[in-house]
């Protein structure tokens, strides 16, 4: 997830544990041909980030393929193709979700990574581009068809952006047509809302985006409780662990305070959530000057009256 998931971020995650694969955030196929040095840093992998993906995005088959040598090369388990973002900045220049609007382009496409590399491939792909115009069997045949060996379903649309009513029917319709594992994808924030995606679409795995950043430990315990294992929760302190080993790692990767302040507080907006007195963490976060500062607050969460006498709002 573009700006979060990064490579510290998946780091720390992976150490709780749970995950099976891993996924850089997107990366455009045509900044890492040319190789811009803050893309190809984003398309870098931990050294044992293994199974990881890098996703690529973009709309020329040809600079895609060469994007997916380029990482496949460098160590990458998995190239995944972007075919859902609905950002205007990505979808105005026909790549993420637009390419849904472009059938014939995102065959090309497919076709051209798939003929650069052996690693496995797998496309993520939005229901389509409007409620009124889905057509993820479409798509997902085309994958499927031109050798993609897995497919991630959201099932909203493009128009949908981030709202709508949560609707299993493409994940589960998806899952009957290819022979291809199929991942669901879309609102997994806690473990009955991971079971429900499983039943209701049959979907061989799943992607959890936003409900992994406010807790990090939610993919262990999806995972214990599918193989019928206890789950210990973590405590406030382990939540403010995380955040602060986060803070250590993203100091050393970004050059500026400034600009690993920026990304902490992005993160923090998620994480602080599952926290209590959350809001009045995020606030005192959002207003840090500086990663010290930060780092202060989170070490003495909660404040309790003893610590703190200001009463927490
Ligand atoms: C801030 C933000 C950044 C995202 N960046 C990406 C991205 O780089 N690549 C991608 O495939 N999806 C991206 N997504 C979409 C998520 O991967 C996911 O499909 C969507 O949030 C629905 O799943 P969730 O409810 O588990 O978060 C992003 C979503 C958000 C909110």
Same mark, same amino acid.
């Given at each position: 997830m573009e700006g979060l998931t990064d490579v510290t971020f998946r780091r720390l995650i992976r150490r709780i544990g749970g995950i099976g694969l891993t996924c850089t955030e997107f990366v455009p196929a045509e900044g890492l041909v040319r190789q811009v040095r803050r893309v190809r840093e984003t398309a870098m992998l931990d =050294?044992?980030? *293994?199974p990881g993906a890098v996703q690529i995005y973009g709309r020329r088959p040809e600079v895609l393929a060469e994007a997916a040598r380029w990482v496949a090369a460098s160590g990458a388990s998995v190239v995944d193709i972007n075919m859902?973002? =609905? @950002?205007r900045k990505v979808c105005a220049h026909s790549g993420g979700a637009a390419l849904l609007g472009d059938p014939a382009l995102a065959r090309s496409i497919v076709a051209a990574v798939r003929a650069a590399v052996d690693v496995p491939l797998t496309v993520k792909i939005r229901s389509g581009l409007t409620p009124g115009h889905r057509n993820h069997l479409e798509i997902a045949r085309i994958c499927e068809g031109e050798g993609a060996d897995g497919i991630v379903v959201h099932w909203r649309t493009r128009e949908d952006a981030f709202g709508g009513t949560f609707d299993p029917k493409p994940i589960a319709e998806v899952r009957r047509a290819v022979g291809i594992p199929v991942v669901g994808n879309g609102d997994v924030v806690d473990v009955p809302s991971a079971l429900r995606l499983l039943d209701e679409t049959g979907c061989h795995a799943l992607m959890i985006g936003r409900g992994a950043l406010c807790d990090p430990w939610l993919p262990l315990e999806v995972a214990r409780t599918l193989a019928g294992e206890p789950f210990e929760p973590p405590t406030p302190a382990d939540r403010c662990a995380f955040l602060l080993a986060y803070i250590e790692g993203t100091r050393s990767v970004f050059r500026t305070e400034s600009g690993a302040l920026g990304r902490v507080k992005k993160l923090a907006a998620y994480t602080? *959530? @599952?926290? =209590?007195?959350g809001g009045a963490l995020r606030r005192r976060v959002f207003h840090a000057r500086d990663l010290s500062e930060v780092e202060a607050t989170l070490r003495t969460w909660p404040p309790t009256l003893a610590r703190d006498p200001t009463p927490v709002p």
């Open positions: =050294p044992d980030e *293994r859902g973002c =609905p @950002a602080t *959530r @599952a926290l =209590p007195h």
